[in-house]
């Protein structure tokens, strides 16, 4: 009887230890959190917050590079309107940070800098013309993704957090980069790939 409640508490013991957040040791290939690691959603999305930002901004320069290398007009002002909505999306998160009650901070986003980089060696190995065209959509494209991914992520955390207003502000990049990568479908539809075929 007794060894049987000594089990029990041990059970919920473990259970509860293993739900919370783990400042203990860590099991082998299980990466230990850093002392500042979040420790709720609210951190978690700020953090993505300001990774973000970081991206956002990290665009606002590689977006005219991109757009003075194509060639293609219905590229370029498909990379120019989005450069401006950019911009757009920049304030929007500063109108984020300060419904979260936080300083408006970037914090390198690894993810893009890879994609940016990523794009800028695209340009070296494509000839200028119908095919750097081509490639600058594609990388732009996984740029647009990355950000789909991380502003439905982030509207997500805010309805859950129950921040409404930030959650709309987020709703409405959100729109928009899925508008941005329709456009550039578009271009590479009708523009870049009919351009293509009629050069050969
Ligand atoms: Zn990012
Ligand atoms: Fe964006
Ligand atoms: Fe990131
Ligand atoms: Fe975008």
């Known amino acids: 009887m007794k060894t049987a ?3 029990k508490e041990t059970t919920a013991k473990a259970t509860a230890k293993s739900t919370s957040t783990t400042k203990t040791a860590t099991k082998a290939g299980v990466t230990k959190p850093k002392s500042d690691a979040a420790s709720g959603l ?7 917050l300001k990774d973000i930002y ?4 990290a665009l606002t320069k590689a977006l005219p590079k991109m757009a003075k290398n194509a060639t293609s007009k219905e590229l370029i002002d498909a990379l120019n309107n989005h450069l401006t909505e950019t911009e757009g999306q920049i304030s929007r998160l500063e109108q984020v940070f300060e419904l979260a009650g ?7 986003c690894d993810a893009m800098a890879g994609l940016i980089e990523e794009g800028n060696g ?3 190995e494509t000839e200028i013309g119908v095919v750097r065209d081509a490639g600058i959509i594609a ?6 993704h990355y950000e789909i991914a991380t502003y439905g992520t982030l509207r997500q955390f805010a309805e859950t957090l129950g921040m409404s207003e930030a959650a709309s502000l987020l709703e409405q990049t959100l729109e928009e980069e899925k508008g941005a990568d329709k456009a550039l479908t578009i271009v590479a539809v009708n523009a870049v790939n009919f351009e293509a075929a009629e050069a050969n």
């Open 122 to 124: 695209i340009l070296e």
């Open 42 to 48: 609210t951190e978690l999305f700020e953090d993505g």
């Open 139 to 144: 990388a732009c494209q996984k740029i647009e």
């Open 102 to 108: 936080q300083k408006a901070t970037a914090k390198k």
């Open 5 to 7: 409640t000594n089990k």
């Open 54 to 57: 970081w991206a956002e901004k």
